[in-house]
């Protein structure tokens, strides 16, 4: 065991360290004597040719390709996963080329110009109507659809005398988290162990042991401290493959840490959906049938988000709302853009903002309460959408968000008012593992889920203490690690004190019948003398949803600035594990909303070369941009042994839509895409 672990493990324990003094692990804070330090060359090109490459590591030394795991994996493997370097062709600009490697970080990034690369451009495909037009970018490809497919059943044209038809855009936009990526690795000749900031060791695993083409004994993977992700940080990319191999091949660890500007042009985007919907409903409000296509950006390859987003987005479109018909053609394309990826929601917050956006729109027509639109279309029972959701009663939940949001009374004293309702889909299956080991009277645990920022160590502190009784100051989360916890699935999707906490609870119990076995009868005192190891894989199947609602209203200056002046939510989290965390994840989900609605798109030129290429060109918003938050939740326990429901995606589904209508009503513009420009308000 590496001296950098060993000291994580025996006095800096994951849930002791205090971040805020500067005591974490980061990845760049781990030191291995003799490290190379690792600089990718990157394309300059959306699209080209690539004539010759002199100099570094490139596609000639490793010429493997990519695997798809993580949050959205496509199983198998199709014609445009990814090469790890950019073999013929380079496909987006900020592909990596080749790699160099110095003694130190300073020395690689001079190595970046020995490499000579010789290009011949070739015109990009950068958008989706002209992906949905243009040759095929990839060789050997019919066109550039890479999904096609459709949800519900096909359904004559109601006869109903209204019909309503609009276009939406959820453009593209960056994850940001404060801690880019990064990898340590090293290679003892048996062994190749990795130190990575991550949503996923085993994924990271997974994918290293495929695109390698090593043996699951060959590779151990462990999480070093992570400051954050929102998606991004769940899958494999080229560097890290790149940095392993290199590893492997000098015998030496190899460190790379991502800049801000390769972040922002080389780490998968979010977003980046259109939204072509048809309602058709009759004069009281009620809609009778919904009719659609959810067309997807996924990027210059096929693996994972890209392919697979389109049919989860489409799979969401009637949200919330009891509609009985419902058909949605789904498409993914590909374009000369860095892959589509996760972020913050993941296909929820662009189905929620197609549907939100033509409730307002059957309501502005109907000339009616918006609100009281969504609570005629919600359902006072359980049922199964035609897109294949599964549904809880609505309508109680939406009634009882009207009243705390007090909506009735802040909607007649202004006019720039929005609301938002729609129903979160965790990433429920297949469930997750977690160990839970006792020895030397204190308890160490480990999940299938890796903390990014979220700590989890607060609810696993929580149920092991409610399950085996053991004073929390003697357990201990510690980061994901291969070699400790031989699989498991991920953080993602909400999904992480539902399904990660429903697995500690098993292990716990577990264990507890192990002790009453070997004791003859359970107590804390017989557990934590003992010597206990267990590790379980608590499946999940179906579905577990659960409703949220939203409110915001704003004032727009005289050049189209957005002032948004409340943004007050009310959710279902089921049972509360810990409030102080279940406010502080609304809170920052509800920035980020804000941020994806009014800043952050990545956007690019007719050459798709990137025109947002720093944080302060793509633009965020700033602590007096931030409204004080206003707080609800209902707590209406699950079916889990602990009660707990999806909650870190419920921001980014509802803040969106519901500052889109609030701008629209300001501003009397119809609102269709988001960020929402200046010149889409003026």
């Known amino acids: 065991m590496s001296s950098y672990f060993t000291r994580a493990k025996d006095d800096l324990a994951y849930n002791e360290r205090v971040f805020v003094e500067g005591r974490g692990h980061f990845v760049d804070d781990i030191i291995k004597p003799g490290a190379l330090h690792m600089s990718i060359v990157r394309s300059p090109y959306a699209r080209a040719k690539i004539l010759s490459i002199k100099g570094g590591m490139s596609s000639k030394d490793l010429g493997a390709r990519m695997a798809s795991v993580g949050e959205g994996a496509m199983e198998g493997k199709n014609s445009v996963i990814q090469p790890v370097f950019a073999t013929g062709y380079v496909n987006y600009v900020g592909e990596a080329v080749a790699a160099v490697f110095a003694d130190d970080r300073y020395k690689s990034e001079d190595l970046l110009d020995s490499v000579e690369v010789e290009y011949e451009p070739v015109k990009p495909v950068v958008s989706i109507e002209d992906a949905l037009s243009s040759p095929p970018i990839h060789q050997g490809l019919k066109s550039n659809i890479i999904s096609e497919g459709w949800r519900g059943k096909e359904f004559p044209d109601p006869a109903s005398p209204i019909v309503l038809e609009d276009v939406f855009m959820n453009r593209r936009i960056a994850t940001n988290p404060i801690e880019p990526r990064g990898i340590v690795a090293d290679y003892d000749g048996k062994v190749l162990s990795v130190w990575i900031s991550t949503q996923s060791v085993h994924s990271i695993k997974e994918g290293l042991c495929e695109a390698l083409g090593l043996g699951p004994d060959a590779v151990r993977v462990m999480q070093a401290d992570t400051g954050g992700a929102f998606g991004s940080k769940g899958g494999l990319y080229p560097e890290y493959v790149i940095a392993s191999f290199a590893a492997m091949k000098y015998r030496r660890p190899v460190k790379w840490i991502e800049t801000r500007m390769e972040h922002l042009s080389s780490t998968s985007h979010g977003r980046g959906a259109k939204g072509i919907v048809k309602i058709f409903a009759e004069r009281s409000g009620k809609i009778t049938g919904l009719k659609g296509e959810v067309i997807v950006d996924a990027g210059a390859y096929g693996a994972g988000m890209g392919e697979f987003a389109s049919r989860f987005i489409a799979t969401m479109m009637t949200g919330p709302y009891m509609i009985e018909n419902a058909h949605v053609k789904s498409t993914s394309v590909l374009t000369n853009k860095v892959t589509l990826g996760p972020y913050r929601g993941a296909g929820r917050p662009e189905a929620s903002f197609f549907i939100e956006r033509m409730v307002d729109k059957l309501a502005d027509e109907l000339k009616v309460d918006p609100v009281d639109l969504r609570i005629l279309n919600s359902s006072e029972s359980k049922f199964r959408s035609p897109l294949g959701m599964e549904i809880d009663a609505a309508k109680p939940f939406l009634d009882q968000a009207v009243k705390e949001l007090d909506y009735r009374r802040k909607a007649k004293s202004t006019h720039n008012i929005g609301f938002s309702f729609f129903v979160l889909v965790p990433a429920f299956a297949p469930g997750e593992t977690a160990r839970v080991k006792v020895d030397g009277g204190k308890v160490s645990v480990w999940l299938g889920g890796n903390s990014h920022g979220q700590a989890h160590e607060v609810f696993v502190r929580k149920l092991v203490n409610e399950e085996l009784g053991v004073p929390e100051n003697l357990i201990t989360l510690y980061r994901g690690d291969t070699g400790m916890l031989k699989d498991g699935v991920g953080s993602w999707g909400s999904r992480s004190a539902m399904v990660g906490g429903a697995a500690v609870i098993s292990a716990c119990r577990k264990m507890k019948e192990e002790v009453i076995t070997k004791f003859g009868k359970y107590s804390v005192q017989s557990l934590l003398s003992g010597a206990f190891d267990v590790y379980v894989n608590e499946e999940q199947k179906g579905s577990l949803n ?137």
């Open 546 to 682: 659960s409703f949220g609602a939203n409110l915001a209203t704003v004032d727009i200056g005289k050049l189209g600035s957005v002032k948004v002046r409340e943004c007050a939510a009310y959710y279902d989290v089921g049972r509360a594990l810990n409030m102080d965390m279940v406010i502080g994840q609304i809170q920052g989900g509800m920035a980020q909303g804000i941020g994806q609605t009014l800043h952050e798109e990545m956007a690019f030129n007719e050459d798709g070369q990137l025109l947002t290429a720093s944080i302060s060109d793509a633009g965020v918003p700033l602590a007096e941009d931030i409204p004080n938050f206003e707080v609800k939740v209902a707590q209406n326990p699950s079916r889990l042994p602990h009660g707990a429901k999806g909650l870190g995606e419920s921001p980014t589904i509802g803040v969106p839509t519901a500052l889109a209508r609030a701008i629209e009503k300001a501003s009397g513009k119809r609102i269709r895409e988001t960020p929402i420009r200046p010149e889409h308000i003026l």
